[in-house]
């Protein structure tokens, strides 16, 4: 994978979904990571949409649990460790 985007806070999802679509149009692999309360990038449309171009959006299934139990998730629910293998498997990691 060329980027993750290592996602940590509510704000990341307005910073990550135009760095997405860039990173799609440019014809670049990427993922995304999701965790503590980036979770709310669930409802950001934007990011939603933009992630049709990642090729992996992964989300901390506690992290999910925790802010957004009984919601629909648009996002793959994971784990740390797969947190830990999409950084290994990473060019590039973009923390926001």
């Known amino acids: 994978m060329d980027v993750l985007i290592h ?11 135009p760095l997405g679509r860039a990173l799609t149009s440019r014809g670049a692999t ?4 999701l965790t503590n309360d980036a979770v709310f990038a669930a409802d ?3 990011f939603v949409e933009a992630v049709k171009g990642a ?6 299934e506690h992290s999910w649990d ?4 009984g919601r629909d998730n648009p996002f793959e629910r994971g784990s740390q460790t797969i947190n ?4 290994a498997d990473a060019a590039r990691v973009v923390s926001l």
């Open 7 to 17: 996602m940590t806070c509510r704000d990341a999802a307005r910073l990550a979904a």
């Open 30 to 33: 990427w993922g995304c990571f």
């Open 44 to 46: 950001d449309a934007a």
């Open 55 to 60: 090729s992996r959006a992964v989300v901390c």
């Open 66 to 69: 925790l802010h957004m139990a």
């Open 84 to 87: 830990s293998g999409l950084m």
